[in-house]
């Protein structure tokens, strides 16, 4: 286990690279961009390319010993990274079809796995150039521009009335019927990108369940910063994710809460 003391160094690098990505992100949010697709169908554009290789590039330098995974470099067999005790997992640009849209709701998600759990994640948002980040064993903090980092905490669900996090990209049918089986007044709050479940850590939303495909690297940085705020984030049979532990890199759906106290499986059946 790396020393906390070697964690914070990490960190403040991290986050400083977090933020250098994203303004190569803006840089190309202010002019007419091009959009591709992937062969997932994905979108992809100059600004997922241009945070892929300033993370990359940085992270390699930080610690040439450690692999690096993100989204748009992924084609690595399960049999080579199998045999990686620690390595980052990176969204250069999560929520490219906000980012397309311009509506601001995208992040940088930068996280540090070691023995398949995340114990470092820096959620930075190039717009607003607010982040939250976290290690484990500390607080997790949301820092805005020009102001000092303050604590956040997830929150015990409020008796009568349930926020709820949603995709703005990627709402259905089973969100729909979740939402149907609780049993209070419910509020759905629609927002893109990892930003669901950073409100659910810093206590502004009490539940962001997630029926739709994701990939590791979409949850990993903010799944440090709910657990280090007191949350959760959890399969459908409320086991934390795991990461790098079979061929594909897939998540399972998945749930973020922030009030362990509550059954959310009975809404589940």
Not at 2 to 21: D, I
Not at 84 to 112: M, S
Not at 166 to 182: I, N, P, V, Y
Request: proline fraction near 6%; hydrophobic fraction near 40%; charged fraction near 20%.
């Amino acid at each position: 286990m790396l020393s906390n003391s070697t964690l914070l160094e990490l960190l403040e690098a991290v986050r400083n690279l977090a933020q250098t990505a994203g303004e190569r992100i803006m840089e190309v949010y202010a002019t007419n961009f091009d959009v591709e697709q992937k062969a997932d169908k994905t979108p992809l554009t100059l600004a997922d390319m241009a945070s892929h290789q300033t993370i990359v590039t940085g992270l390699k330098q930080l610690t040439p010993q450690w692999p690096v995974l993100s989204e748009e470099s992924a084609q690595l067999p399960y049999s080579e990274r199998e045999t990686w005790p620690c390595y980052w997992l990176v969204d250069p640009l999560d929520g490219t079809r906000e980012f397309i849209k311009r509506n601001g709701e995208f992040t940088v998600n930068i996280a540090l796995i070691e023995n398949h759990k995340t114990i470092m994640g820096v959620v930075s948002v190039p717009v607003t150039k607010i982040s939250y980040f976290a290690t484990i064993g500390n607080a997790a903090f949301k820092q805005l521009p020009d102001q000092s980092p303050i604590p956040i905490h997830s929150r015990p669900c409020p008796k009568d009335r349930w926020t709820v996090a949603g995709s703005r990209s990627h709402a259905g049918d089973t969100l729909q019927k979740f939402l149907e089986k609780l049993e209070v007044e419910v509020e759905l709050v629609s927002i893109g990108s990892s930003l669901k479940s950073c409100l659910v850590a810093e206590g502004k939303v009490d539940i962001y369940p997630r029926f739709g495909p994701t990939s590791e690297w979409d949850t990993a940085a903010a799944q440090c910063v709910v657990e280090q705020a007191g949350g959760q984030l959890t399969d459908l049979q409320l086991q934390s994710l795991r990461y790098n532990t079979k061929e594909s890199l897939l998540n399972p759906h998945f749930l973020v809460f922030g009030d362990a106290s509550v059954d959310w499986a009975r809404y589940l059946g």
